[in-house]
Structures are given as C-alpha cells and as structure tokens.
T-cell receptor, first 113, second 110 residues
Framework: DAGVTQSPTHLIKTRGQHVTLRCSPISGHKSVSWYQQVLGQGPQFIFQYYEKEERGRGNFPDRFSARQFPNYSSELNVNALLLGDSALYLC????????????FGSGTRLTVV | EDQVTQSPEALRLQEGESSSLNCSYTVSGLRGLFWYRQDPGKGPEFLFTLYSAGEEKEKERLKATLTKKESFLHITAPKPEDSATYLCAVPGGATNKLIFGTGTLLAVQP
C-alpha cells in the first residue's frame, strides 16, 4: 500500500510568489492535516480537513489556504511568500479526525529566496 | 494551554550506552501521547502511542513509558542507526491536532 505522498519534494520560490503543495492520503483515510516545520523545531499545525470540510486551523495568516478534493487528496496554497515561509511542509493522513493515528508524508521542502 | 516540552535538546551517546529521553506535557484530558522518529529531510515516522499512565510499549531497542505528567523514551544499547530526531506529540483541541515538542536530536557514535 502506498503511504502518504506529497509533491513536489523540493521547490524554490521568490518572495511574493504563490505556491501550491499537494498531498495524497493513504487509501481509505478521509482526513488530511497540514503542518509546517521550521528547521530545529517541531511541526506546527496549519489545517485539518475531513470529508472535504475544514475542521481546524492553526495560527497562520490568511495567506495560507487549503482544500480537500472528493478523492480526499488535498492542496495547500500559500500566497505572497515571505522568507519566513521557508520550511518543510508535512501532510498527515488519518482515517478520521481522532488522534488514533496520523501517518506523515515525507514532506515538501520549500525555500523562499 | 496545551504544551509539550522535550529534553534534552540534543544527546550524544556511544554505541551501547543506554539513556532516556523525556517528554513533559500539559493537556486538558490526555487523549494519547505519540512518539515519532524523524530522519533529516523526512517526515516523522510513527513509533508508539500511549494512552494511560503506567502503560509501556517496546520496539526493538526502544521502550516508551507514560506517567500522568511525562513520558520517557528509553533507548537500550543504541546503535548508530538509531541516530535521528525523536518527537513527542499529544492531540489537542477539538480537532485532535497534534501538538509537538521541539524534539531531541540523538547522535549515536560507533
């Protein structure tokens, strides 16, 4: 079985640009969460989606948005990129929204220059 | 406010030298405590879930334990391949979002 897949694995963007990150959850998992991990820190919660609806949002500016599609895959969008947005963006899938088990993808390394 | 604190920030061990990592937590109503291993540039890899004080789980050279205020990850006779960052997390809020500590960077030297 395929795990959580994220694309792209790496990308470099310029300040002010827009970026879209993609995530495909484990087959059968209906919930996708996004986390930002800055170097040397633990992951920070950005969004949680379940059955295509936003169920939670972390303390991030409105430049961050996300959505979940009917096949449960998800996109994270970041507008007007800042240098401080440089981080590893992680997607986690779970069957429901409970804390019973989150499986993480390998992440997308975003560098903003 | 829900919070997770891990110590030490970094730990260097000789191969075979056992030690423990600490995870202290403050959460309203514990709904589980998760341990993850993270290799550089990779996503966290699930290790254990603990749900109640007194619970213990083992996997190879790792054993996780839980009290009402903290969890320990015991590493027995570590090998260089155990070198990684170990993250602790608890579900918090209405959505069970994971609240992570900053991790312990473990380096095991041959």
């Amino acid at each position: 079985d395929a795990g959580v897949t994220q694309s792209p694995t790496h990308l470099i963007k310029t300040r002010g640009q827009h970026v879209t990150l993609r995530c495909s959850p484990i087959s059968g998992h209906k919930s996708v969460s996004w986390y930002q991990q800055v170097l040397g820190q633990g992951p920070q919660f950005i969004f949680q989606y379940y059955e295509k609806e936003e169920r939670g949002r972390g303390n991030f500016p409105d430049r961050f948005s996300a959505r979940q599609f009917p096949n449960y895959s998800s996109e994270l969008n970041v507008n007007a990129l800042l240098l401080g947005d440089s981080a590893l963006y992680l997607c986690a899938s779970s069957f429901m929204t409970g804390g019973d088990g989150y499986t993480f993808g390998s992440g997308t390394r975003l560098t903003v220059v | 406010e829900d919070q997770v604190t891990q110590s030490p920030e970094a730990l260097r061990l000789q191969e075979g030298e056992s030690s423990s990592l600490n995870c202290s937590y403050t959460v309203s109503g514990l709904r589980g405590l998760f341990w993850y291993r993270q290799d550089p540039g990779k996503g966290p890899e699930f290790l254990f879930t603990l749900y109640s004080a007194g619970e213990e789980k083992e996997k190879e050279r790792l054993k996780a334990t839980l009290t009402k205020k903290e969890s320990f990850l015991h590493i027995t006779a570590p090998k260089p391949e155990d070198s990684a960052t170990y993250l602790c997390a608890v579900p918090g809020g209405a959505t069970n979002k994971l609240i992570f500590g900053t991790g312990t960077l473990l380096a095991v030297q041959p």
